[in-house]
């Protein structure tokens, strides 16, 4: 079935960086569109970047410049490189993949930008 595996999550300080990984299985990684969202407490969970499987890439404006979303389709992994990191920054990151038009969500990794 299919799995997603985040890792890379932490604690990082105002500015500083931070590189969120994601491991895909049981599905044809290449194929097929991922993305990263965030979610803080008692809020919905928000659409952060996305890659297409011809690697188009969206952000959400606030990471524009600051986020960099990347793919190696050899290693079925999708990146998420973060820098100039905010207090604001601070969630729970999920990595989603769209298989046949089902998402399927990885457990999630805590990313904390504090002092």
Known sequence: QVQLVESGGGLAQPGGSLTLSCVGSGFIFRNWPMGWYLQVPGREREWVASITASGKVLYI??????FTISR?????TVILQMSQLKPEDTAVYYCKAM????????QGTQVTVSS
Do not use: A, I, T
């Not at 404006?61 to 600051?66: C, I, T």
């Not at 190696?72 to 079925?76: A, L, R, S």
């Open 61 to 66: 404006d606030p990471v524009k410049g600051r």
């Open 72 to 76: 190696d389709n050899d290693k079925n």
């Open 99 to 106: 298989v046949r038009e089902k998402p399927y969500w990885g």
